[in-house]
C-alpha cells in the first residue's frame, strides 16, 4: 500500500531541523526500498525549510503510522502536524524515474483537498513534467480525499492549473526539491 506522508514544520524550528539531518536521513535509509518520492518544501525565498514530504510504499496503515510517528524531527518537535493518507502512484515510477531528473526547472507539491466526487483520477496528458501524481485516500482506500502531484512547472500558478480548481476546496502549492543525501 502506498502512502502520502506530508510533515509540515513548526514555525522556528529550523535549527533543531538541522541539527537532526542525519538522524532523519538514517531514519529514512531504513526505508530507501519502498521509496516513491521524498524531500523538502520550501517558503517563497526558497530556503526557509517548511515541511518534508514521503511517499512511500508500505503493508498497511499501521505502518505507516509508525513511519510518519516515529521520524526524528516528529518526535522532537520540529513538525506541527502531519498530513498521512493512502495514496495511488498513478504514474507507475518513482522520482528517481522522473525523466526531467533531479535538478533543473521548479519542482512544486500541489496539494489538492477535496470533498464530494472525486477529481483528476485521470493522469494529465502532460506527464513529462509529473514527478509523482494520485489521488488521497481514506485509510480504507474507498474514499477520494484530494490528489497530491509532484511537478516540474515554470512558476506556482502553472503547478496549481495539473488540478481543476472548481473540484477542491483549497488547492495548497509548496516549492519542493528532490530529497535524501547528497550524491
Aim: hydrophobic fraction near 40%; proline fraction near 6%.
Amino acid at each position: 500500500m502506498e502512502f502520502f506522508c506530508y510533515h509540515r514544520d513548526r514555525r522556528g524550528a529550523g535549527a533543531l531541523r538541522g541539527e537532526l539531518l542525519e538522524e532523519h536521513w538514517s531514519y529514512m535509509d531504513r526505508y530507501a526500498a519502498a521509496m516513491v518520492a521524498r524531500g523538502p518544501t520550501f517558503a517563497d525565498d526558497g530556503d526557509t525549510p517548511t515541511g518534508s514530504v514521503h511517499i512511500v510504499d508500505l503493508p498497511d496503515s499501521a505502518a505507516a503510522r509508525a513511519f510518519a510517528f516515529d521520524e526524528p524531527n516528529y518526535q522532537a518537535g520540529v513538525y506541527r502536524d502531519v498530513l498521512l493518507r493512502r495514496w495511488r502512484n498513478m504514474l507507475g515510477r518513482t522520482m528517481w524515474d522522473f525523466p526531467g531528473g533531479r535538478t533543473g526547472g521548479n519542482r512544486y507539491l500541489v496539494l489538492g483537498l477535496g470533498a464530494g466526487h472525486a477529481a483528476d483520477l485521470a493522469v494529465p496528458p502532460d506527464r513529462d513534467e509529473l514527478i509523482a501524481y494520485g489521488p488521497l485516500l481514506s485509510d480504507n482506500g474507498a474514499a477520494w480525499l484530494g490528489t497530491a502531484v509532484l511537478v516540474r512547472a515554470a512558476d506556482p500558478d502553472k503547478a496549481r492549473a495539473v488540478l481543476a480548481p472548481d473540484r477542491y476546496v483549497d488547492i495548497e502549492v509548496h516549492n519542493w526539491a528532490f530529497g535524501g543525501r547528497p550524491s
